[in-house]
């Protein structure tokens, strides 16, 4: 569902700009699910902006391989926060 709406919100002009960022566990599963990173390979090419936790990614010994998937590897917490503040919306699932 997020992989949907996300590509759709880009896509469709709901959301401008459109950014996923990839917390926790996912970190792991976005490196290494060849399935997962065509997805978010294919929402870059689209104008997706992808960002993943840098402690998270860390924590499961995956920044570099997410940093090959072109996906951008950063402490988020500040710049998240940032982000709400300036009004933007969030969607977790």
Request: neutral net charge.
């Amino acid at each position: 569902m997020v992989f949907m709406y996300t590509r759709n919100s880009k896509l469709r002009g709901w959301w401008d700009p459109v950014r996923l960022i990839i917390w926790g566990p996912s970190a792991k599963l976005t490196a290494t699910d060849p399935e997962i990173a065509d997805h978010l390979a294919q929402m870059q090419k689209d104008g997706v902006e992808v960002w993943a936790c840098k402690a998270c990614a860390d924590r499961y010994g995956v920044s570099e391989q997410l940093e090959k998937q072109g996906i951008q590897v950063l402490y988020v917490g500040a710049p998240f926060t940032e982000m709400l503040k300036e009004g933007w919306k969030s969607l977790t699932v």
